[in-house]
């Protein structure tokens, strides 16, 4: 197996430079980095002042929350694909026996 390279990046998130070292897409670290930065600042607007500390926690769980709701979501898809799926092979077996 070969080794990924390590990127290190600079990103700033809600007016705090943070260095990241990954071996993911150093844009895909920038995008989400991008998209915290975004929630932070758009629910800061929406609270009274609170810390920076409390402000993440409450980002955090949003987009815990999003990330079990999609889950849930496809895991549901699955299911339902995977019904299908046996349905129709129960009816080819159906057709092939008679």
């Known amino acids: 197996m070969i080794d990924k390279e390590i990127h290190t990046i600079k990103v700033n998130i809600y007016g705090m430079e943070l260095t990241l070292r990954s071996q993911d897409d150093p844009g895909h670290l920038k995008r989400l980095a991008a998209m915290v930065d975004e929630q932070m600042r758009a629910l800061?607007?929406?609270?009274?002042?609170?810390?920076?500390?409390?402000?993440?926690?409450l980002v955090a769980l949003n987009i815990a929350d999003e990330f079990a709701k999609y889950k849930s979501s496809a895991?549901?898809?699955?299911?339902t694909a995977a019904d299908k799926v046996?349905?129709?092979l129960r009816l080819i077996e159906k057709v092939e026996s008679n």
């Open 44 to 57: 800061s607007k929406q609270t009274k002042a609170i810390s920076t500390t409390n402000l993440a926690i």
């Open 75 to 79: 895991e549901t898809r699955t299911k």
């Open 86 to 88: 046996e349905n129709v």
